[in-house]
DNA sequence: GGGCCGTACTG
DNA sequence: CAGTACG
DNA sequence: GCCC
């Protein structure tokens, strides 16, 4: 179990607390632990049963230091799973609609049993959360507002996240012999505020024939945080990275690689419309 | 043992 | 004023 | 929960 992973049990546990309604300051203990874990320079998992190494970190204390032996030794920490089973895991998802608190899907869940984006959108919509307590009028449209505004991003990326990660892409693509160029297309180079997924174009002399592009996709797998292949073909390569982002490779011959790169910055309409 | 950010907004 | 969310 |  690696930095991240800890640090976002953690932080899930912290949010599900605060939907329990436990102590804000402990609950902030969870979250500046997390933060402390995402940030160090070690893995946890290496300094396990090395207290005093532990216990120097700053926001981890004698009881943190128990979860994080708990997580590393038995794969998970038993507060987490208990609230998992005690609340529904669509709450997550509610808390991150803004506007959205702990206190006030606790109360849509107490009045209506329900706990998911879908479910609390009708009720907007049927104007059955203005009635409740601390509900207006005002509160309802607001919400529809940032259901909204939720739906528009989710399963997208800021594009300074995006960026990196294509950068990083990049760099491990045009460190192989016979890669030219290696350019992030799509919404990312068109500059949009989110990236729904990346478009990386490569060409050069690696590009060319079908024994040299097998050798440069099995290069490209070895890309560190890859998580999973979604679909291998002869010139294109899709997968996950870690952190949920999809990327397309494409291979292309030097003499294809302009029209390649316009077709593949869109957008589609843009694409349609010429 | 006791503090842990301050403030705007909403009902 | 109290509860809640947020920079 | 952590830190002073």
Redesign the pocket.
Known sequence: MDNKSIAGILYETADLMEIDGA?S??I???R??AEAIEAHPQQISDLIGNDKQL?A?????????Q?LKEMLGEGRLK?HAELLTKYRPSMLQLLKV????????A?IWSAYQVSDLEGVESLAREGKIRIL???????ET?LLK?IEDYRRIAGRFLIDVAEKQAEKIADHLRHYPGVEKATPAGSLRRGRETVGDLDILVTGPACCDDTERQKLIDHIIKLPGLMEIIARGENKISFRMRGDMQVDVRLLAPDSFGSAMQYFTGSKAHNVAL
Request: aromatic content about 6%; hydrophobic content about 35%; charged content about 25%.
């Open positions: 102590d300051f402990r902030r203990s969870y500046n632990a216990l970190i700053s926001g981890i204390g004698k009881g943190m230091l979860n507060l803004q506007g959205l608190g702990p206190k006030t899907i109360l307590p601390r509900m207006g009028e005002k509160h607001k940032a």
